[in-house]
């Protein structure tokens, strides 16, 4: 149970990755709808890929189910030949954009530069960011977390408080993420504690308006001890939101 005085309201999204780009989407997007449509005091977004994402958006409108890229390119329009913008995605229906997932810094050339750029855009026209940090296993290890966290939230956080509470940050360890090893609860709530203290710094009201989710191997069975800790304020899921039944296991385990 968390303590008295904590408003942000969870929110619970599911990162589809390159999975579900066809009528297995739209089949779980209205799984989801049909799911979601009971539990109240808790916001949802699925993160669909490209081919699916103005059809999901357009049969989710009316349900409580809000739509997210996984990505954009921080530009409005040009010749970027394959890249789509963040006033692109707000036309075809998106609410929010995942930024800077560990996959993209990973296997795309992200950085933290980057990052800050895709998030300016983003907010800009007016799509939500989630933005990702977390640390690799090799910089745990070396007691290095809270340094790379740190460095990682300061590249973007300045844009987060033009607009505090419009942006949301994902602390996902990349060690947990798809491998199966969850942060403990008291792991996910130290770094998450120490991100808020971080935008402290900054401003009191964006410290208390930022929600923080936690993302890495999140599941039915460990959902609900995350979700209580203080300051964890929802979950980006990967595998686990690929199944209606595992996915509003989660969305129920946050009120
Ligand atoms: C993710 O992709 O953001 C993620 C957390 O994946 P998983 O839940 O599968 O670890």
Redo the contacts with the bound molecule.
Sequence with gaps: MKAVGTQRTPLIAG?W?MYMGGRAGHELARGVAERAKGVGGVDVVVAPPLTVLAAIAHELEGSRVQVSAQNLYPKDEGAFTGEVSAPMLLEAGCKWVIIG???RRQYFGETDASVAEKVAAAQKAGLRPIV?VGELLPEREAGKTLEVVYRQVDAFSRILGDQPGFGVI?Y?PVW????GKVAGPEQAQEVHAAIRQRLTGQSAELASATRVLY????KPDNAAGLLACQDVDGA??????LKVADFAAIIEAAV
């Design positions: 990162n990755k997932h560990s996959e990702c994902a996902e947990a993420i798809g491998t993302g890495g191997s999140v980006l899921v990967g595998g686990a939101s």
